[in-house]
């Protein structure tokens, strides 16, 4: 597409790409504030696709203390989750970590099982996206839309959901710079979050982690350990696979270029230096 082509483009629909942080939530409430329909991915997979394996593990641990599982069992309260696109934290809570269940650990059956449930998940929200394109116009009345993809859509390993994404929208590959990078390895350290691994990788970094540290079980391993070992691995290991999504399917804006951004006039502006480059 040609900035020229972008300009004329009446009903814009722009898929943002990148990882975990650098800026795409970010990016999309700004644009929804300029009246842009926001879909985010991980919203879509908590509530959709997710939401029943998310409230069966928090009743699972409900259920664990004998004053809520007497009102459970008896339907005397009902537990739902509250997912908010700016809250996600039921999300990450059932993907969850690996290691010592003392600490809050899943063993890696069940660890492997919910990244299953969360990479199937991800692949159809994205599969989704044509879908709530036409229903932002059509039932809602938005002129534009941007698709918030999750920071693991990288690590799908799936041609069909950048086919549709790409014929579909205007891929947009937002590039974190050396800061972004440090920053983001300060937040994990900070408060250690849960991630999605492409199978292979896990396998083959668990390993070397698991002799590493000396260990011979699963359950010794320290969950926030093991998350903050992967971090930069994982990083690292997600740079070429966006620059192939960037390369082959979209553009690529450094993250410090659109960091600046304010207005949905900023954005188009961006978004039109990218294309005439």
């Known amino acids: 597409m040609t900035a020229e ?4 483009w009446d ?3 722009v898929t943002l790409v990148g990882m975990s942080g650098v800026g795409k939530t970010h990016l ?5 504030e300029a009246h842009w329909f926001h879909y985010s991915a991980d919203y879509r997979i908590g509530t959709r696709y997710l939401s029943e394996p998310i409230l069966d593990n928090i009743k699972r641990q409900a259920m664990q203390v004998p004053f809520l599982r007497e009102l459970l069992r008896s339907d005397s309260i009902y537990i ?7 809250n996600l934290t039921a999300v990450l809570t059932f993907l969850g970590k690996l290691g010592d269940p003392a600490l809050g650990g899943l063993d890696l059956d069940e660890f492997k099982r919910r990244q299953k449930l969360y990479r199937d998940a991800e692949v159809s929200a994205m599969l989704d996206v044509p879908e709530f394109i036409a229903k932002a116009h059509e039932i809602y009345g938005y002129r534009h839309f941007v698709n918030d993809s999750a920071g693991s859509l990288c690590e799908l390993d799936d041609s069909e959901v950048l086919r549709v994404l790409a014929k579909h929208s205007l891929i947009v590959y937002i590039e974190a710079t050396e800061e972004n990078g440090r920053e983001l390895l300060r937040r994990a350290e900070a408060d250690p979050k849960p991630l999605y691994y492409r199978p292979a990788f896990l396998d083959a970094e668990l390993a070397t982690y698991m002799q590493a540290r000396g260990l011979r079980e699963i359950a010794e391993i320290r969950p926030d350990d093991f998350v ?8 690292n290991a997600r740079i070429p696979r966006y ?9 690529t804006i450094r993250a410090d270029v659109l960091a600046p951004v304010q207005t949905e006039a900023d954005f188009l502006a961006c978004i039109e230096r990218a294309l005439e480059a």
């Open 5 to 8: 082509e972008f300009r004329r």
């Open 228 to 235: 903050l070992w992967m971090f930069p691995r994982l990083f």
């Open 243 to 251: 620059e192939a999504i960037a390369r082959d399917h979209g553009y």
């Open 11 to 13: 009903r814009k629909s």
């Open 80 to 86: 739902s989750n509250n997912i908010t696109v700016d």
């Open 28 to 32: 999309s409430s700004r644009l929804r």
